[in-house]
C-alpha cells in the first residue's frame, strides 16, 4: 500500500499477515464514502482470519470451504468459541448483505469495523499462544 499510511488499528497483525492489514486499512479507507465496501472488505479480512487460524491449527482443507462451514468446524474443534465465533459471524452477514444487496450504513460499518479489530486482537493474543 505504498503511498497510504497503513491503519494503526490494524497495523499490529502485519507480522502474521500483511493482506489483513491492507484488508483493514482499506475498509477503514472507504468507510466514509462507501460503507458497503467497507462492509465487504471487512467480511474478506474475517475470511482471511478464519483461514489463517485454520492453517495455523492444521485445520486448513482448501478455498472452496464457505466460510460458515470453516468457523463450524474451527467451531466444533474449540479454536473459535462464543463471542469471537458471534463476531465472525456478524462480520459475515453484514458483508453478504453488503454484496448481495448493497445494504450496509455508517453505524453497521463502524461497529463491524470495531468487530475486525477484536478478531485482529483475538488472533495476534492467539497466535503468540501457539508459536
Not at 466444533?76 to 452477514?93: A, K, M, Q, S, T
Not at 453478504?96 to 463491524?112: E, K, Y
Request: proline content about 2%.
Amino acid at each position: 500500500m505504498s503511498g497510504h499510511s497503513l491503519s494503526p488499528n490494524f497495523v499490529f497483525l502485519k507480522r502474521h499477515e500483511p493482506q489483513l492489514v491492507k484488508l483493514g486499512t482499506l475498509a477503514e479507507r472507504y468507510f466514509k464514502d462507501d460503507p458497503c465496501t467497507c462492509l465487504i472488505k471487512l467480511r474478506q479480512f474475517a475470511e482471511l482470519l478464519a483461514q489463517l487460524t485454520a492453517a495455523n491449527s492444521g485445520l486448513y482443507q482448501n478455498h472452496r470451504e464457505s466460510q460458515l462451514d470453516l468457523l463450524r468446524r474451527l467451531r466444533d474443534r474449540g479454536l473459535v468459541r462464543g463471542d469471537i465465533y458471534n463476531l465472525f459471524n456478524e462480520i459475515r452477514r453484514a458483508g453478504n448483505r453488503a454484496t448481495h444487496d448493497m445494504v450496509g450504513n455508517h453505524r453497521t460499518a463502524l461497529d463491524t469495523l470495531k468487530f475486525a479489530r477484536k478478531l485482529g486482537i483475538w488472533f495476534h493474543q492467539t497466535l503468540n499462544c501457539i508459536v
